[in-house]
C-alpha cells in the first residue's frame, strides 16, 4: 500500500534520513569500531549491541527510503465548511451521548492517544470531506458500525508540530 503524505511529511522524513545518514550512521560505526578494539569478538558483547544498533539505523534509512519513493503527496482540497487534512473536528458520538476531538491526520502521523486519527482510518474516510451538521455512519467492518454527527470543524493547515510515528 502506498503511504498517501503531506508535503510536511515528505520533509520531515527526508530530514530524519539526513540525520540518520550524517549523524547516527558515523556514531554507530565508531562504536561498532570501539566495541571490536576490546578483543574476543564471540564473547564481546558491546561488539553485538553496537552492530545491532548500526544494523537498525540502516534498516530505518532504507525503509523510510522505500517510503518516499512509493509515497502520494496529497494536499488538502477541502471547501472552508468541509472536514480537512489536519482539520480539527468535533464530533458528537450518538451510541455514548458524549462528544469527542479528533484531528485528521496522515497514516504515518496517527495517534489515538493524542486524538490524532488518520485519513486511513474508518472514522477518518468516513468524516473526510463532511460538513458541520452532518450525520455519518462509520463503518468498522460488515458487522459493526456507529453514527456520527460533525459538530464542528476547526481549520488548521499547520502540520509542522506533529512529529512522525517511529517505526
Given at each position: 500500500?502506498r503511504e498517501r ?6 520533509k ?19 562504536a561498532v ?14 561488539y553485538?549491541?553496537?552492530?545491532k544498533?548500526k ?14 519513493k ?19 473536528v468535533?464530533l458528537y458520538?450518538?451510541?455514548d ?30 468524516i473526510f ?14 458487522t459493526?458500525?456507529y453514527e456520527?454527527?460533525?459538530?464542528g470543524?476547526?481549520k488548521?493547515?499547520?502540520d509542522s508540530?506533529?512529529e512522525?510515528?517511529?517505526?
Open positions: 500500500m503524505l503531506t508535503e510536511s511529511d515528505v520531515k522524513i527526508e530530514e530524519e534520513i539526513e540525520h540518520r545518514k550524517l549523524v547516527v550512521r558515523k556514531e554507530a560505526i565508531e569500531k570501539e566495541a571490536r578494539a576490546h578483543g574476543d569478538l564471540s564473547e564481546n558483547f558491546e553485538h549491541a553496537a552492530k544498533d544494523n537498525k539505523n540502516e534498516s530505518r534509512i532504507r525503509y523510510l527510503e522505500r517510503m518516499l512509493t509515497a502520494e503527496v496529497i494536499k488538502d482540497h477541502s471547501a472552508r465548511d468541509e472536514v480537512g487534512m489536519n482539520n480539527i468535533h458520538m450518538e451510541e451521548d458524549e462528544m469527542e476531538t479528533y484531528k485528521l491526520v496522515t497514516s504515518i502521523r496517527g495517534n489515538s492517544l493524542k486524538g490524532y486519527i488518520s485519513i486511513e482510518s474508518p472514522l477518518g474516510k468516513a470531506g463532511k460538513k458541520t451538521g452532518d450525520r455519518v455512519t462509520v463503518k468498522v467492518n460488515d459493526y458500525s456520527v454527527v460533525i459538530k470543524i476547526e488548521n493547515t499547520d508540530g506533529d512522525i510515528r517511529k517505526f
